[in-house]
């Protein structure tokens, strides 16, 4: 799966590009006034980012001129993990600098914002009009009563009202959460009860594959559900009138008043997000304003390398962290591209006839997706002008190595690849994205900066060149500052730091190259053991899917009572394949030939469709859970997965089994 040193790399950033990367004029900067090495490029950078981590980071602050309203006392109080104390003293606003390019008069009527819905008809919001709109809520929240620390709630999809809420919710000093209206009222249900909103922002219903999705009943069960509301605010995207009780948006967002920015200490809760949950209540993961403000600036001025004439594209939903991330943008100026719709309507091309309509320079989306295109056999590069693309980034998943090459065949040779990974956990990328490093097929091309990322073994021994435990060693500004409702800590500490005392574990294998670069296996505590050779199922992913017959593949690894070990593949057939001697005889040869005899499945089993948690994710775990024979209430947490139905076919398996 990895590139070796020595082998070619995919693509490689010429000397303009990589003299023209923000991470570059960051570095010669940081040289002369921190002390950052002015050579050795980013691996230099890098190292002197997590060995002087303290004044890395007032380096970040300075360069993207972050305004302290009052000063910190020093850059990290306390180191420890989980409880490091970041900027103390400090006091800021996220929202202040998402809006600061509203204030430029040359940048004020550019485009902030860039709609686009299923019939392809594009609307822009200038950022003048969006920091007017954002005053106008947040004076409307304020004369509600949201004080600072009040928690407000959204169930809206990926449209401009949703960015104006958030940015009007963290203006105020609120805590933002939200989930996207496909979810289902007791999976919505599940993560805000938790937290007690006050306020609830929510549609009539939203259009998806070509369809309307009345949303009515389930904003009638969520404001019954919901007893700490004080108020509920209509966004009538399908044009229904506001239901009694329900405050107008229009309304809301009519008056011409300057926002003002309620100036928080650092660590100030600025949203909640929610682990997808697939056992119990979803893990409610609080982030601070300070701390998710500094990491994005980091990850989306030097990482993304991305200013005020890029246009910042992702794939996503209010209901998954990327969203969080792409709003995010707005702090350097950018102009996001908001698309609310199916990934694949009318067909397989929408996402590439959104870039183009648009004019995306940096286009994010799913590792899945590219290999749906590619499996469809469209030719992006050739149907589209895709020239303004400067970088394609896919996440969710492992983009595997054919997903690579088909970007670099059918988007562009000249194209940037980056594969990224991160978390929710952290609302940012581990490793992934860096401008002016090559690209090796089926690799991630770095660790991040300021995250001192390491492979372990068990025992805590580094790893280089072989799979161990993704750990962070140091603390990152946007790892959670605690979670909801767990009032002495304990549910956080046992989710990261239960292996390796006060070292992040994530539950990743990965494989740290010789070169420099990262290879993620899929999930740790899901991992494929036989035998003692471990592999990530992502890699079997890669191999199986590659036959045009399988559509989704799903593996387990069973370790049985009496020390035996049953690794089941499960299969989603293409229309029109059959599971067949010929095709089994193929996914064994496929495993066999392009990973390890080891890994070869012991039985190759069809299912009606592979389940996935509401952000997309296979549930290897859970699957793991009822064919050991824990009955399907307690293997998984039912409002957490997108098709419940497909859980008793492994269910029924279990029982025949034991």
């Not at 409880?83 to 040359?106: C, I, K, M, S, V």
């Not at 990224?420 to 994205?433: E, H, K, R």
């Not at 994710?617 to 859970?622: A, G, L, Q, T």
Request: hydrophobic share 40%.
């Amino acid at each position: 799966m990895t590139a070796a040193a020595n082998e070619a790399p995919l693509w490689q950033p010429g000397p303009d590009r990589i003299a023209a990367a923000a991470v570059t004029r960051f570095q010669s900067w940081a040289a002369e006034r921190y002390g950052a090495p002015a050579d050795g490029g980013y691996p230099a950078l890098h190292r002197w980012s997590v060995d002087e981590l303290d004044t890395f980071w007032q380096a970040v602050a300075d360069w993207f001129d972050v305004r302290f309203s009052t000063p910190y006392e020093s850059v990290l109080g306390n180191r420890t993990m989980p409880g490091a104390q970041w900027f103390p003293g400090a006091t800021l606003n996220y929202a202040e600098h998402a809006l600061r390019t509203a204030e430029d008069p040359l940048r004020a009527d550019a485009p902030a914002l860039l709609h686009v819905d299923e019939t392809h008809t594009q609307a822009a919001l200038s950022w003048s009009e969006l920091r007017r709109r954002v005053g106008s809520l947040a004076a409307e929240l304020r004369a509600l009563g949201v004080t600072p620390g009040d928690r407000v709630s959204a169930y809206v999809p990926n449209i401009p009202q949703a960015v104006v809420a958030f940015l009007a919710t963290a203006a105020v000093g609120g805590v933002w959460t939200s989930c996207a209206p496909d979810f289902g009222a007791r999976s919505v249900l599940d993560r805000f009860q938790q937290v007690e909103p006050v306020v609830l922002f929510t549609v009539d219903g939203y259009r998806y594959g070509g369809k309307e999705h009345d949303r009515t009943d389930t904003v009638a069960e969520l404001r019954r559900e919901l007893p700490t509301l004080r108020a509920v605010v209509h966004i009538p995207l399908l044009g229904t009138e506001a239901p009694e009780g329900a405050l107008e948006w229009s309304a809301l967002t009519a008056a011409d008043t300057a926002p003002i920015f309620e100036q928080v200490p650092f660590d100030h809760p600025l949203w909640v997000l929610y682990s997808s949950g697939t056992t119990g209540l979803p893990k409610a993961i609080v982030q601070s304003q300070g701390g998710i403000l500094l990491e994005h600036f980091k990850q989306v001025g030097l990482h993304c390398d991305l200013g005020p004439d890029d246009r910042f594209f992702w794939y996503t939903s209010t209901g998954w962290m990327m969203w969080n991330f792409l709003v995010s943008g707005l702090l350097t100026g950018t102009t996001l591209v908001l698309y609310d719709g199916s990934p694949g309507y009318p067909d397989v091309s929408a996402q590439w006839r959104v870039a183009e309509q648009t004019g995306t320079t940096l286009f994010g989306t799913s590792a899945a997706y590219v290999m749906a295109c590619r499996k469809a056999g469209i030719h992006p590069g050739r149907d589209f002008d895709l020239s303004r693309i400067q970088c394609v980034a896919t996440t969710g998943s492992p983009l595997p190595p054919d997903g690579f090459r088909w970007l670099h065949d059918e988007v562009a040779e000249d194209l940037w690849i980056a594969s990224v990974s991160g978390g929710t956990d952290v609302c940012s990328c581990f490793a992934g994205a860096v401008p002016t490093l090559p690209v090796h097929i089926g690799e991630l091309q770095a660790p991040c900066l300021g995250t001192d990322l390491r492979s372990w073994d068990p025992a805590g021994k580094p790893l280089v060149g072989e799979v161990g435990e993704l750990v962070v060693t140091a603390p990152m500004p946007s790892m959670p500052i605690r979670f909801w409702n767990d009032p002495d800590g304990s549910r956080y500490h046992d989710s990261y730091f239960d292996m390796y005392p006060g070292v992040w574990r994530h539950g990743d294998w990965i494989t740290l190259t010789e070169h420099g670069s990262v290879v993620i296996h899929g999930r740790s505590d899901s991992t494929l053991n036989r035998q003692g050779v471990r592999m990530g199922s992502a890699d079997i992913y890669e191999a199986v899917e590659r036959l045009p017959e399988i559509r989704e593949s799903l593996v387990i690894g069973i370790e049985e009572p009496d020390g035996g070990y049953w690794m089941p593949l499960f299969v989603h057939l293409a229309d029109g394949a059959a599971l067949d001697d010929d095709l089994r005889d193929s996914i064994k040869r496929t495993i066999r030939e392009n990973l390890s005899p080891r890994h070869v499945p012991d039985e190759v089993i069809e299912v009606p469709g592979i389940p996935h948690t509401l952000t997309g994710k296979r549930i290897e775990v859970p699957v793991k859970r009822l064919l050991q024979g824990t009955a399907l209430a307690k293997a998984v947490n039912p409002g957490s997965i997108d098709n419940l139905e497909l859980l008793h076919f492994y269910e029924d398996l279990a029982r025949k089994r034991h």
